[in-house]
């Protein structure tokens, strides 16, 4: 095949943007086709696309896509986000387990005056703040209640546990990120349910 002066050369390596928009109408096309495992398909390589144009996607949106692809594979691979949410469910479980948890739980104290008879009783309950631990981190008593607090963390629960000033701010972590990581892994089953 000639190419005169005027006519138009294939490109030999096309814009990724080019064929986002390619692999997008083809995901529509199957979508409308009633094929959802093949619109998948064509789903992941069009955000793979996105992910890698460097001229027409903005470098916050492949940033996001990025994490999207780490995290769950575009919400189509479950396996991954799972792996995710046990790793980070693990990890808070030892930063619970090192720093979260108290070395004992505070215990409560009341403390009033006895009045005259007749009068009333006037008790001020307090609580000392948890102590950081030391010694023995990593024990069986200490593993049980960051489970507790973990899984608690995953459905957006509060343990009700006593924690160190780092353990709340390890808990809230964990309720922020595994919930999301818990969404989308569920979000890639429902994907492959629905097929």
């Not at 955000?47 to 916050?60: I, L, N, S």
């Not at 790793?87 to 505070?106: E, H, N, R």
Request: with cysteine; aromatic share 8%; hydrophobic share 35%.
């Amino acid at each position: 095949m000639a190419h005169g002066p005027g006519s138009p050369r294939p490109c030999p390596h096309p814009n990724p943007g080019d064929v986002a928009a390619l692999y997008r109408q083809l995901r529509k096309a199957f979508e409308d086709g009633k094929n959802e495992p093949g619109a998948a398909d064509f789903y992941y390589g069009e955000c793979e696309m996105r992910r890698h144009d460097r001229t027409g996607t903005p470098k916050t949106e492949r940033r996001l896509l990025w994490a999207y692809w780490l995290l769950s594979g575009y919400g189509l691979r479950a396996s991954r986000a799972l792996s995710w949410l046990a790793a980070a469910m693990l990890i808070t479980i030892l930063l619970l387990m090192g720093f979260g948890l108290p070395q004992s739980s505070p215990k409560q104290q009341a403390t009033g005056t006895v009045p005259a008879a007749g009068d009333t009783l006037t008790l001020t309950i307090d609580k000392e703040d948890p102590k950081n631990p030391s010694g023995d981190w990593f024990t069986g008593k200490r593993f049980d209640k960051a489970v507790s607090v973990t899984l608690n963390s995953v459905v957006f629960r509060s343990s009700g546990q006593d924690l160190t000033t780092a353990g709340t701010y390890i808990e809230m972590t964990s309720r922020l990120l595994e919930p999301a990581l818990l969404a989308l892994a569920v979000l890639a089953i429902r994907g492959r349910i629905k097929r």
